[in-house]
């Protein structure tokens, strides 16, 4: 996929939801509102609020998140498909997805097909139903809907027909977007690219994006990678923090995309916000960013030793790979 100077790459931020997974991690209603601002002004596409169906508590917190003034935010509400055997309208969980009344919806299934079979205690066929039933009525009822192909790249490489028969599904049903979710972690980049490009060439007509755990380290790299093969849309968390060892950290691949890459990912006057906004938002969790951190982290332009200061000092470039200021971080040198 030859890359478009300037074409767009939607940020999808899931912060409030597979952030709050993290271990340790606990957000007020008033917390997530702050969250959301500080999103919005950094030029954050979506922003995956919570899950009304097993979390009454957000139904609170998306009553009042309509009140605020967004820019450019859409909000997102995050459920599974419908149970098994029973409509869409008749599954409470469907329901609060629309109680929440978000212009977006995310909705998750499974595509690796043994968890299909032996946890979800269901058959394949039912499965391609229960995503397509499920996304089709959120679709009727004006929703903009975003499918988490859960478990995506373990399920390929097991099953790859089963795997893209689930995204087909989602397709076919209405999906804005079809995302390819490294829901273990621990995919590698080179598997990632090869099913990200067959997806791709195979879906031509509709977003594919793409959600990455860090269980292997490799949950940014994996990021890059599917944005290389095509993938418009990617997921991850501000400051990186969610289940296990975390998601793709957001505050590391907008920058990537955006001045490495040259896709337009944030406004331009917002990536000098990165910086304070990403620290904020890691304080607002109780978990602040660790220095040594790309980007954003206090050393990611620290210099020490004669030699490296005095390189700098001639010309930045030769220890620097960014101009600091661009992400609002700043050159220190440690004497
Ligand atoms: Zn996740």
Excluded at 12 to 32: H, M, N, P, Y
Excluded at 129 to 141: D, H, N, P
Excluded at 190 to 219: K, L, W
Excluded at 231 to 237: D, K, M, S
Aim: aromatic share 8%.
């Amino acid at each position: 996929m030859v890359k478009t100077r300037g074409e767009k790459v939607k940020i999808f931020d899931s912060t409030l939801r597979d952030g709050a997974q993290g271990e340790g991690i606990s957000f007020s209603v008033l917390d997530k509102l702050k969250i959301v601002s500080l999103l919005d002004d950094l030029g954050i596409d979506y922003v995956e609020a919570g899950n009304p169906g097993s979390n009454p508590k957000d139904l609170e917190f998306f009553e009042k998140v309509a009140t605020l003034p967004l820019k450019r935010v859409r909000l997102v509400a995050f459920g599974a498909t419908r149970r098994r055997n029973i409509l869409p309208q008749d599954d409470a969980n469907i329901r609060s997805l629309l109680t929440a009344n978000t212009p977006a919806v995310a909705i998750f299934g499974k595509s690796w097909d043994f968890q299909v079979t032996d946890v979800l205690n269901t058959t394949l066929k039912e499965n391609l139903k229960m995503i397509s039933s499920t996304i089709a009525y959120l679709v009727e009822q004006g929703k903009e809907v975003h499918f988490d192909a859960e478990h995506f790249y373990d399920g390929y490489q097991d099953n790859p027909s089963y795997a893209l028969e689930c995204l087909n599904a989602a397709a076919e049903a209405g999906a804005a977007s079809l995302v390819l979710c490294d829901t273990r972690g621990a995919s590698l980049p080179s598997f990632v690219r090869e099913a990200t490009r067959v997806v791709v060439e195979t879906f031509p007509n509709i977003e594919i994006g793409i959600h990455s755990h860090n269980d292997i380290s490799f949950a940014d790299a994996n990021s890059i990678v599917a944005v290389e093969e095509g993938a418009r849309q990617v997921q991850g968390t501000l400051a990186g923090f969610g289940e296990r060892c975390g998601n793709a950290f957001l505050a590391s691949i907008i920058p990537t995309v955006q001045l490495k890459m040259g896709f337009s990912v944030i406004p331009e006057e917002s990536l000098s916000k990165l910086t304070l906004i990403a620290h904020s938002v890691a304080e607002i969790a109780n978990n602040p960013i660790s220095h040594d951190k790309p980007y954003v982290g206090r050393s990611a332009f620290a210099h020490k030793g004669g030699m490296h200061i005095d390189g700098v000092g001639k010309n930045p470039r030769s220890f620097e790979h960014i101009d600091p200021l661009k992400v609002g971080n700043e050159r220190r040198l440690l004497m």
